[in-house]
């Protein structure tokens, strides 16, 4: 009898971390891969690879990923090995120019949706006694930064909720861990840059006026002269795929998974520095990256 493939669910296929790690490891076999995508239209690529693929719109936990969980199960004959929760975007602008509404999304995208895709598949896992849940974390995740705490607060309520399912399935053999990737070639500031457009009245807005357009240049890539050593920490999706394959298949699979060098040096610094002397630090990268002489 041949060796039935592990499965594992992945959100948000449609490009980027996502849609690369799908690809890759169902080339591999070494995975029943189901990729969820926002859109029908997202699909054919990934289908055409042969991976099962499910529409899946992350804010609608009772009606499109309750829908989406039940077409993986089936395809799954109602087991589930992983789950990898890649789906999400960001949200930028300063904290006072974010309404109700965008912070909502925000939480309700990046947040609420992956738990509710947990909480479904976590008696399943503890019927079939083992599991891996690995969440797409960031290093806006580790530590804060400017005109990005919308986003900030998602990925540091997920860090929360990991840490905290980790406590909670300690005895069990389900296993939680979690990515936290500096800068990533995708077509994450491509979607930040037309959200950020969209949600943010930045034309009239004074104050944060010249940090917007310097924000804005970023996203587009248009780097300022002295930030060109940064791009060179910029990795591509590979980088992302080689922690999660280390999540999915290591006897002991670590908690946390720091991607890119911003994310290792943020994560000794965390250990090395106290509070205060962290918070200075970042409030003068901060002004730096907004070109606050303020």
């Not at 005109?147 to 990925?155: E, M, P, Q, T, V």
Request: glycine share 8%.
């Amino acid at each position: 009898m041949a060796k039935r493939r592990k499965s594992l669910l992945i959100t948000g296929c449609s490009s980027g971390i996502g849609h690369y790690c799908a690809l890759t490891l169902a080339r591999r076999n070494d995975w029943h891969v189901i990729a969820t995508v926002r859109q029908a239209g997202d699909r054919a690529a990934l289908e055409n690879a042969g991976i099962t693929t499910v529409t899946m719109e992350m804010s609608d936990p009772e009606g499109s990923i309750n829908q989406g969980l039940a077409t993986t199960l089936v395809a799954t004959e109602g087991q589930l090995d992983a789950i990898f929760l890649n789906a999400g975007y960001g949200q930028f602008g300063a904290l006072e120019d974010i309404d109700h509404g965008c912070l909502s999304k925000q939480l309700a995208i990046n947040v609420i949706g992956p738990m509710h895709i947990v909480r479904s598949l976590l008696p399943i896992m503890r019927s079939q006694g083992h599991g891996r849940i690995v969440f797409n974390s960031s290093v806006l995740g580790i530590c804060a930064m400017p005109l990005r705490g919308a986003y900030s607060a998602s990925k540091f309520a997920l860090e929360g909720l990991a840490d905290t399912l980790r406590i909670e399935l300690a005895d069990s053999n389900i296993h939680v861990s979690s990515i936290e990737p500096g800068p990533i070639k995708s077509r994450f500031n491509d979607n930040a840059l037309r959200i950020f457009q969209r949600d943010i009245d930045y034309d009239d807005n004074s104050y944060w006026a010249p940090a917007y357009q310097r924000l804005e240049a970023r996203l587009k890539g248009g780097f300022p002269a002295h930030d060109t050593p940064w791009r060179r920490f910029t990795l591509g999706p590979g980088a992302v795929l080689t922690a999660l394959e280390h999540a999915l298949n290591a006897t002991r699979p670590r908690s946390h998974y720091p991607v890119t060098l911003p994310s290792h040096m943020l994560f000794f610094l965390r250990r090395l520095l106290s509070r205060q002397q962290l918070h200075r630090l970042l409030v003068r990268a901060g002004k730096r990256e907004t070109g606050e002489s303020r």
